[in-house]
């Protein structure tokens, strides 16, 4: 039976992973209209889900020793303007995502 744990654990996370992509088209599919609030939720959550994210990333970053968050600050700004510009997330995450290692690796080493 311990051999099967990994395989039960992966069926279980692919079933509700599955479930919460699936619930949403049962109560909402068809001619059913989806309520204000959820419509309010879908335009609101995004942007508030970045922000958390990107209080979350800065948290441990020091502004006023080292290198004074320069790396940081320059990684949100190609990503930022990218995204404004492309309107592509992959595309936006991907290029700040490796601005940002290579200004660690390489210019503030």
Same mark, same amino acid.
């Given at each position: 039976?311990?051999?099967?744990? #990994?395989? /039960? ?14 619930? #949403? ?27 958390? /994210? ?6 441990? @970053? !020091?502004?006023? !020793?080292?290198?004074?968050?320069? #790396? ?25 995502? @490796?601005?940002?290692?290579?200004? @660690? ?5």
């Amino acid at each position: 039976m311990k051999s099967m744990y #990994p395989f /039960l654990a992966i069926a279980v996370a692919a079933a509700c992973t599955f479930a919460t992509r699936l619930i #949403p088209f049962v109560i909402f599919g068809g001619k059913k209209e989806v309520p204000d609030a959820v419509n309010k939720l879908g335009k609101i959550l995004p942007a508030a889900i970045i922000a958390t /994210l990107i209080i979350y990333c800065l948290k441990d @970053v !020091s502004f006023v !020793s080292g290198n004074h968050g320069a #790396p940081e600050i320059i990684a949100i700004l190609v990503t930022a303007i990218l995204h404004i510009w492309k309107r592509n997330s992959l595309l936006s995450i991907g290029c700040g995502t @490796v601005c940002y290692m290579f200004l @660690v690796q390489h210019v503030f080493a």
